[in-house]
């Protein structure tokens, strides 16, 4: 079964600086996606940016952009210049191609913006 | 706004009751899912529809139900209603099944049962 690890349960990060989400995913697909979701105090599902498996560039999308790592199945999320609207839960997902198409989600990280 | 819409934003019940929770996915998109989040459990997958058929299902309980009707809004029917059923109901959808194309979220419905 496919597992989604996300071993930080909170950061923080000063507003204008960087911060890495780290995430880890178990599979024996070769090809599948990746997701980052944002979930603000609305609780909102807000889908940050994708990564497709068999591209071995990584996704950029304005100021966040991942560490697609295949071989050690990790993708992580880069948030940089942080703003304080970017404090949210962040969940990372992923996808398998084919007909099983559910998401299969982490337990999130929280993330804190502070001034 | 991501295009897909919820109703009701919020549900308070009692045990035993139960409730319909509704989903219009966005103009055109034929795939609907249903996910359930909740404190202990994280987000879950429990059931997804393709233009009127079921196509996969989850960790979706015996006393869940949904259908996806021909002019492609969904609901999920909740029956018994226990007080571990409280939890946040999202329903996404994507254009089609299996496909590369993304799961938009809606606004989720919250569920309290009391």
């Known amino acids: 079964a496919q597992t989604v690890t996300q071993s930080q349960p909170e950061m923080s990060v000063q507003e204008a600086e960087t911060v890495t989400l780290s995430c880890t995913y178990d599979?024996?697909?070769?090809?599948?996606?990746l997701f980052w979701y944002k979930q603000p105090p609305s609780r909102q599902m807000i889908l940050v940016i994708r990564?497709?498996?068999?591209?071995?560039q990584n996704a950029t999308e304005n100021r966040f952009s991942v560490n697609f790592q295949k071989a050690a199945k990790s993708f992580s999320l880069k948030i940089s210049d942080s703003q304080l609207g970017d404090a949210a839960m962040y969940f990372c997902?992923?996808?398998?191609?084919?007909?099983?198409?559910?998401?299969?989600f982490g337990t999130g990280t929280r993330l804190q913006v502070t001034l | 706004d991501s295009g897909v819409t919820q109703t009701p934003k919020h549900l308070i019940t009692a045990t035993g009751q139960r409730v319909t929770l509704r989903c219009s996915p966005r103009?055109?998109?034929?795939?609907v899912y249903w996910y359930q989040q909740s404190l202990d459990q994280g987000l879950q997958f429990l059931i997804q529809?393709?233009?009127?058929?079921?196509?996969a299902k989850g960790n979706i309980l015996e006393r869940f139900s949904a259908q996806q009707f021909p002019d492609l809004h969904s609901e999920l029917n909740l029956s018994s209603l226990e007080l571990g059923d409280s939890a946040l109901y999202f329903c996404?959808?994507?254009?089609?099944?299996?496909?590369?194309?993304?799961?938009?979220f809606g606004p989720g419905t919250r569920l309290l049962v009391l």
């Open positions: 996404a959808s994507s254009p089609r099944w299996g496909s590369l194309e993304t799961q938009y």
């Open positions: 599979t024996s697909e070769s090809d599948y996606y």
């Open positions: 990564q497709e498996a068999y591209k071995q």
């Open positions: 997902a992923y996808r398998v191609t084919g007909t099983a198409s559910k998401l299969t």
């Open positions: 103009s055109g998109d034929l795939s």
């Open positions: 529809y393709y233009n009127g058929e079921e196509r």
